[in-house]
């Protein structure tokens, strides 16, 4: 299983080549008034997330896991938890 800073690394790296943006942080609001993703980019974001990390989300992903880096980081935690997912 991936350690937490490889997910984090991973994330953050995909973000900024998806946003063109150098400066992503798992702090960074990625939804909402503040956030910088439009709906096609959270789409490609999604789509980008399960061919890295091998995983398939269902169509009712929930858009808070989407709100930060952060989120996303622990999104691909729970989804690669086998214990979780029996």
């Known amino acids: 299983m991936m350690q937490r800073n490889e997910i984090e690394e991973k994330v ?6 998806i946003l063109h ?8 609001p990625l939804l ?6 439009d709906s096609v980019t959270v789409v490609r974001l ?5 061919k890295e990390f091998n995983l398939s989300f269902d169509d009712d992903l929930e858009l808070e896991s989407l709100a930060s880096a952060g ?4 999104l691909i935690k ?8 029996k």
């Open 12 to 17: 953050v790296n995909l973000l900024k080549e």
């Open 21 to 28: 943006q150098n400066d992503i942080q798992l702090e960074t």
């Open 32 to 37: 909402g008034r503040q956030g910088i993703m």
């Open 46 to 50: 999604v789509q980008q997330l399960e």
């Open 71 to 74: 989120t996303v980081v622990e």
């Open 78 to 85: 729970l989804a690669n938890n086998p214990i979780l997912n």
